[in-house]
Every structure is written in C-alpha cells, then in structure tokens.
C-alpha cells in the first residue's frame, strides 16, 4: 500500500506569496490529479484552500484550472464545493476556460449524491456565458423532474438564469410551462417558492412585449392559485411566507366575503417572530380593506400590538425599520395611537436615528388628553448630551404647540428654555417663538418680555439670529431697545455672512422706521446703503426694491412692508398628501424607511413600474393600424428627478441667474432722501397699480366662454424620436388627478387593455410599462385637420383608483378640451 501524498503546507496560507505560489500550487495539485491514495482528498482540501485564499486576495489563479478541473473528479462534496467556487470565478470572465468544466459539470448533474447534483446543476447555470447555452437545456429539464427536492430547487432558479442569459431558448424549451406545471403539484414547499419567484421574474419581464404573458400575471393573481398558495403558507419558509404575501396583497377580491375569509387565513401570521412576515401581512390587510373604511380602522387597532412588540424586540435596526412602518401610520391615523404614547419615549440605549423617529412620533400623536405628559418627556430630553437629539427634542415641543389649542404650559416651559443659558437651546427656542407668535400674536407680551433680555451678540446660528431680528422689527412699538439693537447690527453688517440674516435685517429695518422713524431713520439709511453694495443678489434687489418703495411714496411702503399682522392658521407640510399616499402604497419595503416613493432613489433600470428608457427608438408604433395593440419593448424615461413637479415648476426654479458682479450704485447720500420721507410719512396714499398686486379692489375677470368641441384624428401618426423631443421642448399645460371606477380598476390586469380602450377613444399609446398595483403610459393624439399633438403621461395606481394625468400640447388653446375629452375617455374604462 502506498503510503499518503501529504502537500507541503505554507507558512502562511492567508498571505499567499504570489506567482511562486500559484506555480507552486500547480505542480503540487497535478501530481494529486487522479490520486486515490489514502489522505489525497485530505491533502487536496489543503491545496484547494490555499487555491480559494490566494482567489479571494486577488491573485490570479487561472493559471491552475485545468488541474483543479482534474482534480474534481471526487465525491468529496466540500471539495467539490470549493472547485465550483473556482469555476464560476473564472469562467465569466474567461469563456474559453469554461469550455473545459462542461464535460465534468454534466457528469456531476448525473450524480447518485442529490447534494453534488444539485450543487453541480447550480454551478453549469451559473456560468453565465452565451455560447454555452445549449448544455443548459438537458440537465435543467432534467433536474425539474428529479426525485430529490433540493435539486428541483435549484433547476427551478436555473431556468431563470437561463432567462437571463438568453430568453429565446427559455421559452423554446418550453421553461416557463414547465415551472407552472412544477408550481401546481410538487409537494415541496421550496419548490413552489422558488417556481413561483422565476415565474414572476421572467412573466413581469415580458409583459410589455406579450399578450400572453400578461395572461400568464393575470392568472397568477386568480384566486385558485392565490388560495392554493395561501392554504399551504404555514410550509413556506420566512422568505417564501413574504414572496406569497406579495403576491396576495395585488389580489383583488370579489366582495368582502372573500376579503374577511384571507384575513382570517393570515391572522396567525400576526404573530410571527419573523417581523418581515409580520410586515408582510399588515401589507395585505391595509390593502384588501382600502375601500372598507370601519374595517381599515379595526385593522388599525389590530396590528398596533404586533408592531409595538417588535419594536421593543430584536436589534435597533429592526427597531428602526418597524417604527418607520409605524410612523406611517401613525401620521395617517395619529388619534389610533394616542393612548400608546409610552412606548414611544426614547430609551437610554437606543441609538440617536431611533431617537430622532420616536420624537417625531410623539409629536405626531400628541393631544388635549396626552399634552402634559408628552411634552415632561420632551423638556427632559432637552438637556440631553446628545446635542442633535436634544435639539430635535425642542422642536419637537415647538409643533406641539403650533398644532394645539390650550398652549399656556408649553409656552412657559418654551420660555424657560431660553434661561439655560446654553447656545443650542436657546437658539432653537428662538426659532421656535417666532413661529409660536406667527399663530398665536396674543402672546406677545409675555414672549418679548423674555426674548428682549437676550443680546444679538450671543446668538452666532444665522437662523436664530434670522428670527430675533424679525421678533425685533414685528414688535419694535414693545422693544425699547430695537431700533439701536438693529442699528448696531447694521454697522456690523460686513460681519454677517448670512444672505439670510442681512435679508431678515433690511427688512426688520423697515418695519422699525414705521413704528418708530426718528429713532430708526439713521439705521435705515445705513442699511440701504449697505444692502444696495451687498454682492449677494437676493440683498441687493431687496434693498433696491425698498428704497424705490420709499421713494415713491412712504404710506405705501408701509402698506406693503408692515401690513396688518394675520396669525398664520395652518403651517405647511413638507411632504404632499400624494407623496404620502405613494409611499403608503409602496408599504414594507424601503420607500417607507427613506420617506420616499421609490423612482425618487432607485436606478432607472431598477424602477419597477416606473422604469422607462431614455430611447425611444425601438418602439413599435403602429401608425397605419389603430386596432393593432400598441406597446413598447423600450420604456421611456421623462427627465425628471420628481415626477410630482410639473416641467413648468423646474423651468421656473431649474437654476440661479448669473448676473455677474455688478451692482447698483447707492445715492450719494440715503439719509438725505430719507429726511423727507420721515415728514410726509402722515401723507395720504394715492391710487397705485400695486394695489391690484395685492388685491385690494381689483374687479373680477369677465368670465371666458366654453371651449369650442375637439375633435381627433382616429389614426395619427408619430414616430418615438418625435414625440420624445416634442416632450423635452413642450411644457405641461395641465396636470390633474382622476379617479377609476371600479370596473376600470378589475380590468386593468395588464397594460394592453386599458391602450386597447383609449385607441376606440382616438387616443393611441407609444410606450407602456409596470406591474399590479402601478402602470405607467405615454399617450398621443392629434388635433382632427391639424398638426397639432397632444402627449400625455398617465400613472395609474390600481390599489387607490387614482391616475396623475400630465399633459403637454403644441396647442396649448385646446389643452382644456383635451383634458376633459381624456378624463371622461379614462372614467369610461371597464364600462363597455
């Protein structure tokens, strides 16, 4: 008997030696090639790790493939997993080495050992090289028949790889059917996962350019396959559990018979420990019962407990992501959560970003009944070593106040902040009581009391400083000391280097002169005059704008710098509603944790629905045929960052205007021009323009007489090239929100039926895309006797029966009538 080949080990196998090395490991394994002594797959694995280390550092190891590829001959599986490792490495980027693994791979598919089969089977798919295609086929429909689960597990990723590298021979292997069949019938739970996720992948892929496989989606959101799938979810792993939920949530039930019975199969998975699941399942309730108002409210109060107790388990970053998902809900149904306020104090072990998420919580469901308490929580807070949290703390007391009606104790504890005596808190006070006296003027008196003891010098943050001054030039009449506080911020003005500061300053200036002109006209003067040099546009064009004011006459100044103060009701949010709903939409996924719909952070070749190309080019258009379904292989990509924000919206604020560094030259002395101001600042107003500017008495516009009738032409044409420039020259004309009757809703399963629809209307597509709940369509049509078009982008929600409609017209005249003629051809969708 021979005795065992031992392979010299390295010194150091973590730290390979390089080309010495490789060659080393060469010779080394070409004299183990075909060993079957005793301990020569123990001295292979020593050699293979060393291979595996040297590839992992980032040695090229290439050199050594044709002997590891003869080294494989084993049915050692860790061997045999370490050498597939090594293919697949190499072979992507060297497609002439792959030719070599072929022949042992497919040997390998033909294993006794299931495991090696399988492994074997997923190492040949994973290859990825085009010209090897062909010796795909046999082992992948070889190993969806196979008895062993795990293997027909992986055949069932493989078609889909094979998909990838080259649909044609998928479905003319007939892949597709086969999955379906797999799906239907094998009794492994894993199985079904994985047949179920190629088949999404590979239909959702297609449905843009086949009919049928719009037919294929449409039946795998029938309610035989989703019951089938649901009936078995206990079997499914976590990841399945989810894959399944998915799906379930774009099912549309019949009636509510049938929504109370999916419900009622799922409501277990409230208590899963996975909190994916969980998340996945509330997905599915707030879906099925949009349109059930008192039942979405029970559903509210039925997965609050769930949530809460995953937020108080598992590690932060699943804290954090489950409370993004509450934090959704609780600004949608904030009265819901009121009770359960403690739970949303902030731990001394939870980290500042789940800090940050709980106050805005605590902000969002404050109340008359929980105030007090919430508001003691915050104040603690307040002076937190953390500094950003104790700041977002006072904030968080400020809206507080801005949303209430009895704000007497939050003013007081806002006022005792600012006797701190730390810079932070009482700069972020005093940005908050501005805001507090913009609603509530009456408490005036009680905020300047304590605002007018603290000095300007200390305050160093632009927008605490920014708010001072405003409080200095709005209630100067109750500041004995403003107009020379604001003065000695002017002969300092060289050091403010805030536009927003000096900009808050011209104008407190102004305010003061009103109020209290003698006192104020030397800081005015000096104020023009600086603003008037300043080099910053902004300041510049304001200080100008105010002294031409002056000048024309100091009564309507007045009227336009400091009018009657209004207390400002509601402050606006900084988020829309349809932003809010969009996310909502987009519930358990990663729009909810970013605040964000998803084509806002995503690549556009991962958009989802919302993917369009920025080429039109491939298009099919069907400009001859007005019967013939029109849909595009390409999908186009509008140049917006925000397709919430119309094109007119962008142009308006696309950019700065450079008006290099020139500035207006000052009068030789401002003062002097004031002087004769002060003295006829009792003179009475006369007639201006500007006061139709601003309202104050301008007659009603005569009311314009109806539209004439637009008539289309049935069959225009217009090529992709055409209408994508047409769409980056146009502006939007008209943007609106329309709503789908329900009818429309169930019979928009896939793009072609609702294009199929608007061409009986005259209206023809030219690119369509997206998937159950969302689609997204590029529309055109042309004026009858006319060269004038009308293109049109229409994103359809299915889940909120909602399309945003935004369109742009040569003629821009005859874009209301359009309008009108699209809505009432898109509300008729699903009638007929």
């Known amino acids: 008997m021979a005795p065992p080949v031992s392979a010299p080990k390295s010194a150091s196998p973590s730290q390979p030696s390089g080309k010495s090395e490789v060659t080393d490991l060469k010779l080394q394994l070409r004299q183990l090639a075909g060993s079957r002594a005793p301990g020569a797959d123990d001295a292979k694995r020593d050699l293979f790790k060393r291979v595996i280390s040297c590839m992992t550092v980032g040695i090229d190891v290439s050199p050594a493939f044709s002997e590891m590829v003869m080294c494989s001959a084993t049915s050692d599986v860790v061997l045999k997993k370490m050498c597939y490792l090594y ?19 497919q040997k390998d598919c033909h294993d006794q050992d299931p495991t090696i089969r399988g492994l074997a089977l997923r190492s040949l798919c994973s290859l990825r090289v085009q010209n090897l295609v062909e010796y795909l086929v046999a082992p992948l429909a070889a190993g969806l028949k196979d008895h062993s689960s795990y293997v027909r597990t992986v055949a069932a990723i493989g078609v889909l790889k094979l998909y990838h590298i080259s649909a044609t021979m998928c479905h003319d292997s007939d892949f597709p059917a086969a999955l379906k069949a797999l799906m239907l019938s094998d009794p492994d739970a894993q199985v079904v996962a994985n047949c179920l996720y190629s088949l999404l992948e590979i239909w959702t892929q297609e449905v843009a350019n086949s009919e049928e496989a719009a037919r294929e989606i449409e039946t795998l959101y029938g309610k035989s396959i989703i019951y089938y799938l649901l009936n078995r979810i206990k079997d499914f792993s976590e990841w399945a559990q989810c894959l399944v939920l998915d799906l379930v949530s774009k099912y549309i039930p019949a009636d509510n018979n049938e929504i109370f019975d999916i419900m009622n199969l799922l409501e277990d998975r409230l208590q899963h420990a996975n909190g994916a699941v969980v998340l996945a399942t509330i997905n599915v309730f707030l879906h099925l019962t949009m349109s059930m108002t008192d039942v979405h409210q029970q559903v509210y109060e039925r997965i609050k407990a769930p949530l809460l107790t995953l937020v108080g388990a598992g590690s932060p970053e699943q804290s954090y992501a489950v409370l993004c998902h509450l934090h959704l809900l609780v600004m949608r149904a904030p009265m819901l959560f009121s009770s359960d306020y403690k739970h949303f104090y902030c731990q001394f072990s939870d ?89 509530y003027p009456q408490w005036s008196h009680d905020c300047i009391a304590v605002v007018g003891n603290i000095s300007s010098k200390s305050i160093q943050e632009p927008k605490a400083k920014a708010a001072l001054i405003w409080m200095l030039g709005e209630y100067s009449q109750d500041m004995m000391d403003a107009p020379y506080v604001l003065e000695s911020l002017v002969e300092n003005w060289e050091e403010e280097h805030s536009p927003e500061v000096r900009l808050h300053l011209l104008t407190a200036v102004m305010k003061c002169f009103f109020k209290r002109a003698p006192e104020t006209q030397k800081a005015l003067g000096a104020a023009l005059a600086a603003g008037l040099a300043d080099n910053h546009q902004d300041v510049h064009d304001r200080a100008l704008f105010y002294y031409r004011l002056l000048q024309y006459d100091v009564t309507v100044a007045e009227r336009v710098v400091n009018p009657p103060k209004q207390a400002v009701s509601v402050f606006a949010d900084t988020q829309s509603s349809e932003i809010k709903d969009r996310i909502f939409d987009e519930f358990n996924s990663l729009s909810v944790v970013y605040q964000k719909p998803s084509y806002l952070f995503t690549d556009k070749e991962h958009r989802g629905p919302f993917e369009f190309s920025e080429d039109l080019s491939n298009l099919a258009i069907g400009g001859d045929s007005g019967d013939d379904v029109i849909h595009s292989a390409q999908r186009y990509e509008e140049n917006d960052k925000d397709l919430l924000l119309s094109t007119s919206d962008k142009e308006e604020n696309g950019g700065p205007t450079h008006n290099g560094s020139s500035t207006y030259s000052a009068p030789s ?79 928009l399963t896939a793009p072609q039926s609702l294009i199929k629809h608007m061409q009986n209307n005259s209206i023809q597509c030219i690119a369509s895309g997206g ?5 997204k369509f590029f529309f055109f049509a042309q004026k009858e006797g006319s060269s004038s078009f009308f293109l049109v982008e229409c994103i359809v929600n299915t889940a909120s029966a909602k399309a945003q409609i935004k369109i742009k017209a040569d003629d821009v005249s005859a874009s209301d009538a359009f309008a009108s003629l699209f809505q009432s051809a898109l509300s008729n969708f699903g009638s007929s």
Request: charged share 20%; glycine share 4%; hydrophobic share 40%.
């Open 669 to 747: 002395d401002v003062n002097s021009s004031l002087t004769g101001l002060v003295a006829s600042s009792t003179s009475q107003p006369a007639t201006f323009a500007i006061d139709d500017l601003l309202g104050l008495g301008v007659p009603d516009a005569p009311a314009l007489p109806p539209p004439p009738a637009l008539s289309l032409n049935a069959k225009p044409v217009l090529d992709p090239g055409t209408f994508q420039k047409k769409w980056g020259q146009l502006t939007v004309s008209s943007s609106q929100e329309s709503t789908l009757s329900i009818q429309g809703v169930a019979s």
């Open 351 to 439: 980290p500042s970003y789940v800090k940050k998420l709980k106050l805005e919580m605590l902000t969002a469901i404050a109340n008359e009944s929980n105030t007090y308490e919430i508001v003691t929580e915050l104040c603690e807070y307040a002076g937190n070593v953390d500094v950003p949290i104790a700041r977002e703390s006072i904030r968080a007391v400020g809206k507080i106040a801005l949303q209430q009606y009895d704000v007497n104790a939050i003013v007081d504890r806002l006022l005792q902040f600012l006797e701190m005596e730390k810079d932070y808190v009482t700069a972020e006070t005093l940005v908050l009581v501005k805001d507090l006296l913009r609603k």
């Open 87 to 105: 293919v697949g490495n190499y072979a992507r980027c060297n497609p002439d080495l792959a030719l070599l693994t072929i022949n042992f791979l």
């Open 771 to 775: 998937q159950p709940p969302n689609y």
